[in-house]
């Protein structure tokens, strides 16, 4: 893939080369656009609709209970105004105590949206300033040959710049993800996983594929912060919210094998058997077990689950056809 073409043959939203560094031809839109699953789009807009829905029908309620609400307001001025007036009247305080208790429930779940809509960018940001001050940032200094993997995949899917990518100390978790604040996403990678690279195996095909799953979160806009708020209050609906989500990570796996030329099946077994034993599993012996694995209750799991159980995800990913994975 590495190429000698400079930036302008394939487009304004790749992200700025210093000279010297290996440069990489952007992927079509059209085969980005066949990597994901074929039911992820569809997924979302059902979604979204319900998220639609449920504000609507909060703010709904709220208009049409406008009269009861502003009677109870003024219950609870004039309430108010005699508990003041009157601060040694035990019966006055202990009725404002108790209206105030009783806020009407169509008011709570208003206050909730407002308040949940401005609190989301103060939450995510602070988390971030969490995660960026307790990690290492990988960059052309510290951990050059991830830092490299990230700016490939930049340019490969022609993104404007090359997000943030950071360690952090995982405590023994195998995990990798990818998150975001406001006009800005990143990747978080655990300490454990990177010793795959550069410790036991030295197995920069893991490592790619990982980090390429994490890049193509953001590539698909899963990272985002409207992509949140389109589905803020529809994910409370736990089998809906985690069938969605499945849908995200097979996109994400097959758009992973493009970026990193790896199946990706190694990855899924140190995140499984561990970074100590995941090369010694057999992959036809798991596939073939993989296949084996089914029934009403491997059903109910994942269909709790927000990724794919692990047989139905290695099973997707070992497919000649790169079919999208099965959601049940």
């Known amino acids: 893939m590495e190429s000698q073409f400079n930036t302008q043959a394939y487009g304004e939203n790749q992200p700025s080369i210093p000279p010297g560094k290996p440069v990489y031809e952007r992927i ?16 979302y807009r059902f979604m979204v609709f319900l998220n639609v829905v449920i504000i609507a029908a909060i703010i709904g309620w709220f208009v049409y209970s ?3 609400n502003m009677k109870y307001v003024e219950d609870v001025a004039a309430q108010a105004e005699t508990a003041v007036m009157n601060p040694e009247d035990d019966e006055a ?3 404002l105590t108790e209206s105030t208790g009783k806020i009407p429930e169509n008011i709570q779940y208003a206050v909730l949206i407002i308040f949940t809509f401005i609190a989301v960018p103060f939450i995510v940001s602070y988390a971030y300033a969490q995660y960026r001050s307790m990690s290492v940032r990988i960059t052309e200094k510290t951990y050059p040959e991830i830092y490299a993997i990230v700016e490939e995949y930049a340019q490969k899917l022609g993104m404007k710049r090359v997000p943030k990518i950071y360690m952090v100390q995982g405590n023994g978790t195998l995990n990798a993800f990818s998150s975001f604040i406001p006009f800005r996403q990143y990747v ?18 893991t490592i790619r594929f990982i980090i390429a799953h994490e890049m193509a979160h953001i590539y698909y806009k899963h990272a985002t912060m409207h992509y949140y708020y389109s589905m803020l209050f529809s994910n409370v609906i736990p089998i809906l919210t985690h069938t969605a989500s499945r849908t995200r990570e097979y996109s994400c796996d097959r758009l992973a094998q493009l970026l990193s ?3 990706g ?14 090369k010694q599993v057999d992959k036809e ?16 799991y994942n269909l709790v689950c927000s990724h794919p159980v692990m047989t139905k995800r290695v099973i997707a990913l070992a497919d000649p056809e790169k079919k999208s994975g099965k959601l049940y």
């Open 28 to 43: 079509d839109k059209k085969i980005l656009k066949q990597c994901r699953h074929k039911s992820e789009r569809r997924w």
């Open 66 to 68: 406008i009269n009861d």
């Open 93 to 95: 305080i202990e009725n």
């Open 188 to 205: 978080e990678v655990y300490a454990d996983l990177l010793e795959v690279a550069y410790r036991e195996y030295h197995d920069m095909d």
């Open 261 to 263: 030329g790896s199946d």
């Open 265 to 278: 099946i190694d990855a899924m077994m140190s995140l499984t058997a561990g970074i100590h034993l995941y």
């Open 285 to 300: 012996d798991y596939i073939a077990h993989a296949k084996s694995v089914r029934g009403l209750f491997v059903f109910c």
